[in-house]
């Protein structure tokens, strides 16, 4: 039987998915809650987002069940939300998941009071008790029952945790911000550090590039060749070559799966985040930068080239991610996780015939399949293979008697064929809004791209997408953003993160191309977001701007996650505006946002790797490197190369021109109208605080100044 609910008026691709469920699905807003209040019935609230396996997989076994459907509809209010349309709402339900049950996730199941308050929530139910879980409906029965027999003390109940709540993320910093939690911080990451795999802690296994950020800024601000230093390094490299191996990094077509569910990189939930190549593909190229070995290029350019070729809209922007699940056969209805990505020993046999052997050896091909075991509770995995690499191509080249390089052009050769094959399989499905932040995000790695690769295609690319922003997602007359465009910009003001991660952009992107117009849209999307989401009480930047009722709660993100937290990313770009225009009042309010989470920093500074590399850039003095000659001339292109070959956190690059952007810096900047080229050859100045080193005009001597 087809059903049709409110939610087929959506324009979100997570909502549309659930838009033909028998449950009574409402978008959140002033409909659902007006009904609620009018029928004294509490609100079943489920968050999640389109790519989700588990959200999937709850849609199959409860919300697609007529009889969870028809006591759903009868005893409650339903809501559905996706999270990444409305993170503020997101945030304040996982707060309370997180803090009644010690632990979150999505699908998030949350049940409210009429005027919104929650009072029971967890995350995936499964359809009967397993897993040491009741069943959904179970559940479903014993909220229903208590809120008929006792709704009076369940309110009071919801209202008590809320208060508490907000009484909590109200509280000033109790602490200041101690540099000391730098080392604290790093002491946490090196214990949980597994050094024989890469990546920290056990099984799941997450990404996590704040932290790879965070322990090449550990290697920087250490003496050359001390023992933290190459600590801090080898971690992150480790890390890095691991997951470039492992399953989690899609071996045909690039980029990268969410997480791991082992310890082996191996075995990943598919689901490709816009997200995540953005933030991997900067540390591959920091990588890359400090190292100089090509196999992180390599991975640098297959993420941004995964992105560039399947989730870049023909405008420019950005979409948002491909599902875990795709169709098992061209027509069929049967989904599975992985489908698009899983082969079978003798699809590839065939597919490569007498290459086949050697590229079973390398990619870890075997005729039963290869997940490990326990790591495939569904047996969606059962004589599949997940393409990873065991060993290096030299030790393949050895086992086979071969060169290293035959290896690495025979295997860039079968790849190519095995991708056009997999081409012709049913792709994922793809979320197709474009979302500011992630499109912030995106726009910085496939900048600094262009600077660490010497790439212009990649130049283009965050010029498109920078645009796309600009002229769908930005308001002129008031400065604001929109969150999220599909068919045309949402209704939903953009949050912190989308102002926060869209100005990083915008700067990664003046350092660039040095084009000044994208220094002033960061100068004036700043001041809004200071006059949207700052807290003049306390500092840092609220998730939402305020203005929205049925956001019960004004949290501030304060755990750099699979995400940044926008005060973190807002304390850099603080700092970074602070350096480039010179301003007392920018860089006290990136203290101040520093000091805003303490707090959290003392309690648990790992928590937050991104907010004390803010930490770390406010402690050291500003440092500069101006380029003095024509924008487009052989010598200025040399000297700006040679700057991006170096890894350089906490500096500003600037350009002095002689044009307009030269004119501009320098209205806030005296030493800018001096910096010109030196006997007519373009000319670096390397200086700290704007007290420049004498110029230097060739190559060879700026490296000398930048060399660490």
């Known amino acids: 039987m087809q059903h049709t609910n409110r939610l087929a008026n959506e324009k979100s691709p997570y909502l549309l998915q659930h838009a033909h469920n028998p449950v009574d699905w409402y978008p959140w807003g002033k409909e659902a809650f007006e009904k609620a209040q009018r029928e004294k019935k509490p609100i079943f609230l489920s968050i ?5 396996h588990w959200c999937h997989v709850m849609e199959r076994e409860s919300f697609e069940n007529e009889e969870v459907a028809a006591f759903m509809n009868s005893r409650f209010v339903n809501i559905k939300v996706d999270r990444e349309e409305r993170p503020d709402v997101d945030r304040v339900y996982m707060t309370f998941v997180q803090a009644t049950t010690g632990g979150g996730g999505w699908p998030l199941s949350v049940w409210l009071t009429p005027t919104l308050k929650p009072f029971v929530g ?3 139910f499964p359809p009967e008790d397993k897993y040491g879980q009741p069943s959904f409906l179970k559940v479903l029965h014993r909220v229903a029952d208590a809120w008929e027999k006792d709704r009076i003390k369940i309110s009071e109940s919801g209202t008590q945790i809320m208060t508490a709540l907000a009484h909590s993320a109200a509280a000033a910093p109790e602490a200041t911000a101690d540099p000391k939690m730098i ?26 590039p704040v932290t790879l950020d965070f322990l090449f800024n550990i290697y920087h601000r250490a003496p050359a060749d001390s023992e933290k230093g ?7 490299l480790l890390t890095l070559r691991k997951m470039a191996a492992g399953g989690i990094h899609d071996q045909l077509g690039g980029g990268f799966h969410r997480y791991s569910v082992d310890a082996l990189w191996r075995v990943p939930h598919f689901e490709k985040m816009l997200y995540d190549q953005a933030q991997l593909a900067n540390a591959y190229l920091s990588a890359y930068q400090i190292t100089g070995d090509l196999q992180y290029e390599t991975t640098a350019r297959d993420t941004l080239d995964y992105v ?8 420019g922007g950005f979409y948002s991610a491909e599902d875990a699940d795709s169709l098992t056969s061209a027509g069929g209805t049967e989904k599975a996780e992985g489908a698009f990505y899983l082969w079978t020993k003798d699809e590839i046999d065939r597919a490569l015939q007498e290459y086949a052997e050697v590229f079973d050896y390398q990619y870890g091909v075997t005729a039963e399949g290869n997940a490990p075991e326990g790591s495939d509770p569904q047996g969606e995995f059962d004589g599949k293979n997940i393409l990873y690499m065991p060993q290096s191509f030299a030790e393949t080249a050895k086992h086979f008697g071969k060169s290293e390089l035959d290896i690495d052009e025979s295997m860039r050769y079968r790849r190519a064929t095995l991708l056009e094959l997999r081409a012709k399989r049913p792709r994922p499905q793809l979320d197709d809004k474009i979302i500011t932040a992630w499109n912030g995000l995106m726009i910085s790695a496939f900048a600094r791209g262009a600077q660490i690769l010497g790439d212009p295609s990649y130049l283009e690319t965050a010029t498109r997408a920078a645009e796309f922003v600009r002229q769908k997602l930005y308001d002129e007359k008031t400065h604001t953003l929109r969150r999220s465009y599909r068919g045309g910009p949402a209704e939903i003001g953009g949050f912190a993160e989308d102002y926060a991660f869209y100005i990083q952009g915008l700067l990664d992107l003046y350092e660039t191309s040095f084009d000044v117009k994208w220094l002033r849209l960061a100068e004036q999307l700043q001041a809004t977001q200071d006059r949207l989401f700052w807290d003049d009480r306390n500092g840092g930047y609220f998730t939402s701007a305020g203005d929205d009722p049925s956001i019960v709660i004004r949290l501030k993100e304060d755990n750099d996650n699979a995400e940044p937290a ?23 309010r990136a203290e101040k946002t520093i000091e805003a989470f303490a707090g959290s920093l003392n309690h648990f500074p790992s928590a937050m790797p ?31 190369d040679e700057v991006h070959r170096h890894y350089l956190p906490n500096t500003v690059v600037l350009l002095a021109d002689g044009g307009a952007g030269q004119k501009y810096l320098a209205g806030k900047l005296e030493e800018m109208k001096e910096m010109k080229p030196i006997g007519g050859k373009a000319a670096a100045y390397v200086g700290q605080n704007f007290t420049c080193k004498a110029p230097v005009t060739s190559v060879a001597e700026l490296r000398k100044l930048l060399t660490r």
């Open 48 to 52: 999640g987002y389109s790519t989700c």
């Open 230 to 236: 190459d600590a801090a390094l080898g971690m992150a």
């Open 122 to 124: 967890g995350t995936y």
């Open 566 to 588: 926008a005060s973190s990313i807002a304390a850099t770009n603080l700092l970074r505006l602070a350096q480039i225009r010179d301003s007392k009042p920018l860089r006290e």
């Open 610 to 640: 991104q907010m004390l590399i803010a930490l770390d850039f406010s402690l050291t003095k500003p440092r500069q490197v101006i380029v003095a000659g024509p924008r487009d001339a052989a010598g200025t292109r040399d000297l700006l």
């Open 308 to 315: 560039r070729r399947d989730l870049a809209s023909p405008d």
């Open 183 to 208: 080392e604290t911080a790093y002491q946490q990451i090196a214990r949980s550090y597994d050094s024989r795999e890469g990546g920290f802690g056990s099984a799941p296994k997450f990404p996590r």
